[in-house]
């Protein structure tokens, strides 16, 4: 079983849209968590860290399910430059420095 | 300019012709890592290095070696490469300190093995 599990999509949004994606890590000793951007194939970016309290950061936010085992991220008002793979990260409480990525969702913003 | 950099950025070679991937970082960071991206895997750690002369294996590190001598650089070694290690590969490196550091990325090198 993967560590971590994402929909790949793609999901085909218009303009001004709201998608939620979502993303399910395995191990419950997971202590961090991310979503990441990246761009056909060029490196990953950070787009927000994961709070256990949620966090949102302008038309992005994140919440953290740790019952459930599951991250999401929503994006609200989309717009065409929104249009990316975004990468689920997680890593472990014992070991920070190594990451787990989800094969990442895709997404497509269309006028 | 804060970055990671990475050469070559687009290498073809062939089976067993021995090569190496710089990789560099100006941050000053401690932590360094390698991945490989392949399509619908997503990106898997082969190495990691927490500082100089610390380097431990990640989850994909069969074929491959590191060495990390400076703090700025972390270069992958690939003695005798073989075609299913046609990839992807980032280099990436991360501030030492709280877990919720950001990781930065090299603009990443494809390989391809014939």
């Known amino acids: 079983r993967k560590e971590v599990e994402q929909d790949p999509g793609p999901f085909n949004v218009p303009e001004g849209a709201t998608v939620a994606f979502n993303c399910t890590y395995s191990?419950?000793?997971?202590?961090?968590f991310f979503w990441y951007r990246q761009d056909c194939r060029k490196e990953p970016k950070l787009l927000m860290s994961v709070y256990s309290s949620g966090n949102e950061d302008g038309r992005f936010t994140a919440q953290l399910n740790r019952a459930s085992q599951y991250i999401s991220l929503l994006i609200r008002d989309s717009k065409l430059s929104d249009s990316a793979t975004y990468l689920c990260v997680v890593n472990q409480v014992y070991n920070f420095n190594k990451f787990y990525f989800g094969s990442g969702t895709k997404l497509n913003v269309k006028p | 300019e804060a970055q990671v950099t990475q050469n070559p950025r687009y290498l073809i070679t062939v089976t067993g012709k021995k090569l190496t991937v710089t990789c560099s970082q100006n941050?000053?960071?401690?932590?360094m890592s390698w991945y490989r991206q392949d399509p619908g895997l997503g990106l898997r750690q082969i190495y990691y290095s927490m500082n100089v002369e610390v380097t431990d294996k990640g989850d994909v590190p069969e074929g491959y070696k590191v060495s990390r001598k400076e703090k700025r650089n972390f270069p992958l070694i690939l003695e005798s490469p073989s075609p299913n290690q046609t990839s992807l590969y980032f280099c990436a490196s991360t501030p030492k300190g709280a877990p919720y550091n950001e990781q930065f990325f090299g603009p990443g090198t494809r390989l391809t093995v014939l």
């Open positions: 191990n419950s000793a997971s202590q961090s």
């Open positions: 941050m000053n960071h401690e932590y």
